[in-house]
């Protein structure tokens, strides 16, 4: 286990449709990190656990988004009823102490 | 609220050609600054974490420099293979790190 695995890659999927992306971090790290990237912005993030306490949302999870991270290890980020506004990279990322991060390739949206 | 801005927001540069990268930030209580490499289609690769106002951090060609309000990341001789997005980041005591849109580094044979 040498890095932050996301699945799928890449998803296209029709608007309206509901998508679910996964996160494995890295073994030992207890915290996990999703974040939101758009073309020419850096990332926003979107939500925050430690092992399975889900400790912070930002304003940008509306209700159409959750996330899960149960027994502390992978996690998962749903979006119901996808619009093209969704279309983004999602990238997860992991930390042993808080400080500093280590993030996975990413899960590539595109809703058309 | 923490906020972060990078200049300029795109640079090219000859092979070879020194040059430095602006990260000027406000944040409440800083935990660290970060640097990261973006390649297109990926996610963020880790570079340098600074902690406090005159902290330095060399990696090959690059080095990172800190003051209370900016930081800067400079280029040595670059080479094509640098080419890459750069994102600047903060953390506050909250955790989550806040970026800026990044530096879009483009570097010519």
């Known amino acids: 286990d040498t890095g932050v695995s996301q699945d799928p890659r890449h998803k296209i999927t029709k608007r309206g449709q509901n998508v679910t992306f996964r996160c494995d971090p890295i073994?030992?790290?207890?915290?996990l990190y999703w974040y939101r990237q758009t073309l020419g912005q850096g990332p926003e993030f979107l939500t925050y656990?430690?092992?399975?306490?889900?400790?912070?949302k930002s304003r940008l999870l509306s209700d159409r988004f959750s996330a899960e991270r149960p027994k502390g290890s992978f996690s998962t980020l749903e979006i119901q009823r996808t619009e093209q506004g969704d279309s983004a990279m999602y990238l997860c990322?992991?930390?042993?102490?808080?400080?500093?991060?280590?993030f996975g390739s990413g899960t590539r949206l595109t809703v058309v | 609220e923490d906020q972060v801005t990078q200049s300029p927001e795109a640079l090219r540069l000859q092979e070879g050609e020194s040059s430095s990268l602006n990260c000027s930030y406000t944040v409440s209580g800083l935990r660290g600054l970060f640097w990261y490499r973006q390649d297109p289609g990926k996610g963020p690769e880790f570079l340098f974490t600074?902690?406090?106002a005159g902290e330095e951090k060399e990696k090959e060609r690059l080095k990172a420099t800190l003051t209370k309000k900016e930081s800067f990341l400079h280029i040595t001789a670059p080479k094509p293979e640098d080419s890459a997005t750069y994102l600047c980041a903060v953390q506050a005591a909250n955790s989550k790190l806040t970026f800026g849109k990044g530096i879009t580094l483009s570097v010519r044979p």
């Open positions: 073994s030992e790290h207890n915290r």
């Open positions: 656990f430690q092992n399975e306490a889900q400790l912070e």
């Open positions: 990322a992991s930390s042993a102490t808080g400080v500093g991060y280590t």
């Open positions: 600074l902690y406090s």
